[in-house]
């Protein structure tokens, strides 16, 4: 919202030069001509401080329509807090949350931008760009109605190929990084212990209690 009032404020800055050509202003006889040099770069930066919002706003409404593909037909809004909203949020310690009940799926800074960056170089992503993707396809499953987070976990490892796909990422490359999540990330989680153990189960793996069978599963490319 900071960006939209900073730019705001250059198009009041816009209306006024325009105002002035049309009114005189107070203390002058004539409306002033329009200086096309000031009214330009006033537009300009005025655009340039529009954008980042309106490029969020496009990311989260085309995260939003993947989640709840995800989410078998359960309707998520994807929401990408900023810095300061991350701060203010009471699950701040978490790297996103989402609830079934109102769908509503929010990821916490910087997040956002790693799962931004890994769409720009999916081939060469790095371990947060990967658990990014992750993170969708886990608050996904959530809006889909299961809230034990090891079973949830557990369900976004076996579509974390399908995840990369629908965003647009070449099959290869999804089944790539989904493996490399299950094998490397996932299975760090057993070693780490603690919160981040709470999310692993050694039956999370195929052919056991938690194997889903999914034809696209993440472990039918194994």
């Known amino acids: 919202m900071l960006w939209l009032a ?9 209306w006024r030069e325009v105002s002035a050509a049309i009114v005189a202003p107070a203390g002058y006889d004539l409306p002033r001509p329009i200086y096309k040099p000031y009214l330009a770069a006033v537009l300009a930066l005025a655009a340039l401080f529009t954008w980042p919002t309106l490029n969020r706003w496009y990311f989260e409404h085309h995260l939003s329509g993947i989640a709840t593909t995800l989410a078998d037909g359960n309707r998520a809004r994807v929401h990408c807090n900023t810095l300061l909203d991350t701060m203010l949020d009471p699950e701040m310690l978490a790297a996103g949350h989402a609830s079934p009940r109102t769908g509503r799926i929010v990821v916490q800074a910087p997040w956002c931008d790693r799962l931004s960056s890994y769409l720009r170089h999916p081939g060469r992503a790095d371990e947060e760009e990967i658990e990014s993707l992750n993170l969708l396809t886990h608050e996904s499953m959530h809006v889909r109605g299961e809230m034990n987070e090891v079973v949830t976990e557990c369900q976004a490892v076996q579509r974390n190929a399908r995840t990369a796909r629908l965003l647009g990422v070449p099959d290869d490359v999804a089944r790539r990084n989904a493996l490399y999540y299950y094998h490397v990330s996932y299975q760090r989680r057993a070693e780490i212990g603690g919160l981040a153990g709470s999310y692993y189960s050694g039956e999370c ?6 194997d889903e069978h999914l034809e696209d599963s993440t472990w039918a490319t194994d």
């Open 6 to 14: 900073i730019s705001g404020f250059f198009l009041w800055c816009a």
């Open 205 to 210: 793996a195929p052919g056991k209690a938690l």
